[in-house]
């Protein structure tokens, strides 16, 4: 599926990139899906057991360079497989999640979760900033969209 292996932008493969290499087969996976654009493997670092990766199979560094119609066939992937996972792990329920700083491939993860598995929980019970800081921020990002 990656035709151009030097290509280091997205669209294309890049020689040193472990999604790119599973996704052409030159690496072994847990496959637990697969279709035309995209894959559904076992994280071999998971949180928690069933945790799974989708990827799309051609090389895209970050979420904003997945094409749109790729990025909803990968968020499409993902509501299919999480009822499935959630019942073949028998969790109580299964987090996505897209964290972008382990991989430069965009990838989500879903894991499975019970309660009280001691999984650290999002967002934090901390309050971060005060309501005039929080003001601030809202005004910068608003600024920018």
């Known amino acids: 599926m990656n035709k151009d292996k030097n290509s280091n932008g997205a669209g294309g493969s890049i020689n ?5 290499k599973i996704a052409d087969k030159k690496i072994p996976s847990n496959l637990v899906f697969e279709d035309e654009h995209s894959m559904a493997f ?7 057991m069933g945790h799974t990766l989708i990827i799309p199979k051609n090389h895209h560094p970050q979420m904003t360079d997945v094409p749109e119609d790729l990025l909803a066939r990968l968020f499409r992937t993902a509501k299919m497989i999480m009822p499935r996972l959630k019942k073949a792990m028998g969790s109580d329920f299964v987090v996505l999640t897209i964290v972008g700083t382990d991989i430069d491939h965009f990838h989500i993860h879903l894991i499975p979760r019970f309660k009280n598995d001691g ?8 309050k971060y900033g005060s309501t005039e800081e929080m003001k601030t921020v809202e005004e910068k990002i ?3 969209l």
């Open 142 to 144: 608003r600024k920018e």
């Open 16 to 20: 040193d990139c472990v999604f790119c």
């Open 42 to 48: 076992l994280d071999i670092n998971p949180v928690q």
């Open 119 to 126: 999984i650290p929980t999002f967002p934090p019970t901390k």
